[in-house]
Nanobody, 128 residues
Framework: QVQLVESGGGSVQAGGSLRLSCAGT????????MGWFRQAPGKEREGVAAIYSGGGSAYYADSVKGRFAVSHDNAKKTLYLQANSLKPEDSGMYYCAAALLERTMGWERLDSRAYDIWGKGTQVTVSS
């Protein structure tokens, strides 16, 4: 099955940038949606961004629109999240997730319940 490993997290001052990566193994030619989710201590996991592996549409949480960009490199089988103009409230554990296109139908793309393949996360800390 598909396995996901995140990297690229770290500590940055407010206004700085990070580029997160999610490397996948075990992929077939099946169509996937892939997404980034984050969770701060004491809060529920929230969807940040999602994209269809074949390209095209992308989805973003209102809180990150204009600052974050999600992309997917099919050749490298890697999902990216370019996070710019970071704010302290962006801090949290960032998780990469994936699901077959068929599984996501009927769910909003930023709903964690649509996904069944998860990485272990990479920590992002933004200081003021």
């Amino acid at each position: 099955q598909v396995q996901l490993v995140e990297s690229g997290g770290g500590s940055v001052q407010a206004g700085g940038s990070l580029r997160l990566s999610c490397a996948g193994t075990g992929y077939t030619h099946s169509s996937y949606y892939m997404g980034w989710f984050r969770q701060a201590p004491g809060k529920e996991r929230e969807g940040v961004a999602a994209i269809y592996s074949g390209g095209g549409s992308a989805y973003y949480a209102d809180s990150v629109k204009g600052r974050f960009a999600v992309s997917h490199d099919n050749a490298k089988k890697t999902l990216y999240l370019q996070a710019n103009s970071l704010k302290p409230e962006d801090s949290g554990m960032y998780y990469c997730a994936a699901a077959l296109l068929e599984r996501t139908m009927g769910w909003e793309r930023l709903d964690s319940r649509a996904y069944d393949i998860w990485g272990k996360g990479t920590q992002v800390t933004v200081s003021s």
